[in-house]
């Protein structure tokens, strides 16, 4: 098992679903079995006038406020506000930040990329985790929809990624207008 970090940016032709999903990967990372290592997760609306807005909610059991600085720190720069990004990032973590987006291959192309890609009336999810229980995480994952936007990850993986989250699921007593 890997311990480096990912950093994934997930778009959503919506406002709502990637707050949905969110809260799908929170119960991933949350169940008892603990099958996501989930640092953060942040979601990114593009509003219809073109402005950003980003909610950051917390999760129980916060264990790594270093992941949070930087993945707070990244959707403050998506949300075009720079001034406001940084100080939260220099608030929760200071240098922490930069060290935490250095290791984990992360810089502002990243950042610029996924707000170039973004449209508006869409959403994004950013998740920022240690790699679990894959096989779990997949099955966790199949049918939540959306499309990779970008990720640190290598191709193969952001590939499987992708496919799953497109995948029918095979469980079909998950409600309907899922």
Not at 23 to 50: C, F, M, S
Not at 94 to 108: E, V
Request: hydrophobic share 45%; charged share 20%; net charge negative.
């Amino acid at each position: 098992m890997t311990t480096a970090v990912h950093l994934w940016a997930i778009g959503y032709d919506d406002l709502e679903r990637a707050n949905q999903v969110r809260e799908e990967i929170t119960k991933l990372a949350w169940d008892r079995h603990n099958y996501l290592k989930l640092e953060d997760i942040v979601v990114v609306v593009q509003q219809p006038d073109g402005s950003f807005t980003f909610d950051r909610k917390p999760f129980p059991g916060i264990a790594n406020i270093l992941g949070c600085s930087a993945v707070g720190f990244l959707a403050g720069l998506v949300v075009a506000a720079p001034l406001t990004g940084a100080a939260i990032g220099a608030l929760l973590g200071g240098a922490g930040t930069s060290t935490a987006l250095a290791a984990a291959k992360i810089g502002d192309d990243f950042v610029q990329e996924v707000k170039g890609l973004m449209k508006p009336g869409t959403s994004a999810l950013f998740v920022l985790d240690n790699e679990g229980d894959m096989e779990m995480i997949l099955h966790g994952i199949r049918d939540l929809g959306g499309t990779v936007l970008k990720t640190n990850v290598d191709l193969e993986r952001a590939k499987l990624i992708q496919s799953t989250l497109a995948a029918a699921s095979a469980d079909t007593s998950k409600p309907a207008g899922r």
